[in-house]
């Protein structure tokens, strides 16, 4: 059951595991919709502590976490203090970690992190905040640990505790293996881990390889714990802790004890929870057409069998008797379902002129439309729908670019050095590429941001890459936008908010398009959120477009990127590509040569993105393959979004 914000207050304290639907559940957790949604009601509960705690005259103390998901709980509860009065003067505040060694000016620090997000903010005393000093002494470390303990415990341990979860199932920095009796104390962190950390660092080799961390011992203690998790990352990691027995291998598995915590998720970091992916064998389900499509494709994989060749019995043997005394015989429901796969199929995705579109993804008329590939980072376009695009392109439509983002902090400041110095030996009394070239060379922790004129020269290499790419695939200068929406330049992983002027950007384009069709990323599991901030604002430039006339007519067709693909089921429109299309689609992404070899946000892959889209596109059609549909070199899926 997806919650809405009324019910999170009611349920907060309901057990796990006591209901049918929740059978092989073992802790407690609440779903969202949204993690907007989700971090409201958190942020909400913990000021209601805060002010329950300030009536009785007594403090407030709060474990808080660090990382990309509390910062929504963060930005709520300082708008509470600014708005509604909510003060933080009772409150005591301790951090779970803190990398080591790191200085408390670095802008990759925690201390740097709570201030900016929370404590510059807020009328919190600063002698009440603690965060572990990543600059303390080797030979001081132990006792300062065992002082950080003794600290949390003079004040009367902590009411509530704030936890997020890394891929390795760590809670703050207490990485597999970690003791339940476990306390504050120095740790080796993960491989995984930095891996998830390099995007921050720009690059794995500057993130650092220990952490001061609170312990296992010391966050089960807490007298109230909440864990928020979002994403898709997230969802095995979520499934293992939920659901798994406790194991040293997942530490988060530890607060299974605990007898008051609950977990805060969103719909893709719970999808795969035994109750959200496969309903059907914990309760009975109203079986909507796209559920049914769903168990029939479980099913079909399950049992490594063709769609049409699954038989009553395995419906029956797989808790889907229901569907089939609904649906009549396995027959009949294979026949429907294999049908409505086939029809996602179609080579042309701008519509087929002049033919039945009845059964086919896309409109025939308009037989020309036009088109607007919104692309969050300048090579998004071709990695994801490389060959859509080259089939819109060769069936004539006409066929814009809109770069949502400049993409200057994925180039490295190797590959700018390399084009200031080129750009010196044409000019050499160039006073800007020298400031360039001298702040490069000197520029060694990557703790500083890079000043305007160098991410000027790393946003120009991206947009002439990105140029030579679309000039490959036949399209015009004129036709492609780079956008540079605002919300993106702070030279810093971390991105500004968005704005209205954001959104703007986005309704001048389309307003003076009037497109037929829009294409954009829908892959949220983007290491660095780039992808879901682009995606929010072009959701909220159609919804204040949409009773325009054109837009009547407009379809919105959503792609994943590098990460992840559309399951088979979810599928709304699957585009074919031959072995030629997939080779010149590579050639296109080999324009972007500031992304090859080593590029610095690729997430937990080490494949270059052209290997692993490949490698996805051919899963892919392996899996149609496999439901018993046509034998195809690679697919490209795409999602349809209502509005």
């Not at 005591?92 to 201030?115: A, G, K, V």
Request: aromatic share 10%; glycine share 6%.
């Amino acid at each position: 059951m997806i919650l809405d914000l009324e019910n999170y207050k009611t349920l907060t304290y309901s057990k796990a595991g006591r209901f049918e639907e929740t059978r092989y559940e073992k802790i407690h957790n609440v779903l969202f919709k949204t993690s907007n949604e989700a971090s409201i009601l958190v942020a909400r509960e913990i000021a209601a502590l805060i002010k329950e705690k300030t009536q009785s005259n007594s403090h407030c103390v709060l474990g808080l976490a660090t990382g990309s998901s509390p910062i929504k709980v963060y930005e709520e509860l300082v708008r509470m203090h600014k708005e509604e009065g909510l003060s933080f003067s009772n409150v005591i505040t301790f951090n779970l970690d803190e990398y080591y060694p790191m200085d408390s000016s670095n802008i990759q620090s925690y201390h740097y992190f709570m201030h900016e997000h929370l404590f510059n903010h807020i009328d919190i005393l600063p002698e009440n905040i603690n965060i572990p000093n990543g600059v303390i002494k080797s030979e001081d470390l132990y006792q300062y640990c065992i002082d950080y303990e003794i600290k949390i415990k003079e004040v009367g341990g902590i009411d509530f505790q704030l936890l997020g979860i890394g891929r390795t199932g760590h809670i703050g920095f207490n990485e597999p293996g970690s003791h339940f009796n476990s306390s504050t104390r120095i740790i080796t962190l993960d491989h995984i881990t930095r891996i998830d950390a390099a995007p921050a660092f720009l690059g794995i080799d500057n993130v650092p390889k220990k952490a001061i961390t609170m312990g296992i011992g010391t966050v089960c203690n807490a007298k109230r714990i909440v864990l928020l998790a979002w994403g898709l990352n997230k969802n095995t990691i979520i499934k293992k802790t939920i659901e798994g027995d406790i194991s040293s291998n997942v530490p988060a598995t530890y607060l299974q004890h605990h007898k008051n915590a609950t977990f805060v998720i969103d719909e893709e970091a719970s999808s795969e929870l035994t109750r959200v992916k496969t309903p059907w064998l914990v309760k009975s389900c109203l079986w909507t057409a796209s559920l049914k499509l769903k168990a029939v494709v479980w099913l079909s994989e399950l049992l490594k069998k063709p769609i049409l060749k699954l038989t009553d019995k395995d419906y029956n043997d797989n808790g889907m008797s229901d569907l089939l005394s609904e649906e009549g015989t396995a027959y009949d429901l294979n026949i429907k379902m294999f049908n409505r796969l086939q029809h996602t199929i179609t080579g042309w995705p701008g519509g087929k002129p002049n033919s039945d579109d009845s059964n086919r993804p896309e409109r025939a008329i308009p037989t020309k439309k036009k088109v607007i590939i919104f692309s969050p980072h300048p090579d998004d376009d071709v990695i994801s729908m490389g060959g859509t695009f080259d089939r819109l392109v060769e069936q004539g439509h006409e066929v814009h670019i809109a770069y949502q983002t400049s993409g200057n902090i994925a180039v490295s400041n190797e590959e700018a050095l390399k084009f200031a110095e080129i750009a010196k030996t044409i000019n050499s009394d160039s006073k800007e590429v020298n400031n360039i070239i001298d702040f490069i060379k000197n520029e060694k922790d990557n703790d500083t941001i890079d000043p305007l004129s160098v991410r000027r020269l790393k946003g120009s290499i991206r947009k002439s890459e990105s140029l030579a790419a679309t000039r490959y695939l036949g399209i015009s200068d004129t036709n492609v936008h780079f956008l540079n929406l605002p919300f993106y330049e702070t030279g810093t992983i971390k991105k500004g908010n968005i704005t209205q002027e954001d959104i703007s950007i986005v309704n001048e384009l389309i307003n003076k398009i009037q497109p037929n069709q829009i294409f954009a990323a829908g892959d949220l599991a983007d290491p660095h959120g780039t992808h879901k901030a682009c995606l929010d604002i072009l959701f909220s430039s159609i919804n204040f477009l949409k009773e325009k006339p054109y837009m009547q007519d407009c379809w919105v067709w959503l792609y994943r990127g590098a990460w992840h693909e559309w399951e088979s089921y979810e599928i709304d429109m699957a585009v074919p590509m031959s072995p030629d299309q997939v080779l010149k689609k590579r050639h296109a992404i080999f324009y972007h040569q500031s992304q090859k070899d080593g590029v610095m946000f690729q997430g937990d892959d080490s494949r270059e993105f052209w290997v692993r889209v490949e490698d996805r596109n051919r899963l892919t059609a392996k899996k149609y393959n496999d439901l018993g549909l046509a034998d195809y070199a690679a697919i490209e899926a795409f999602k349809r979004y209502h509005f």
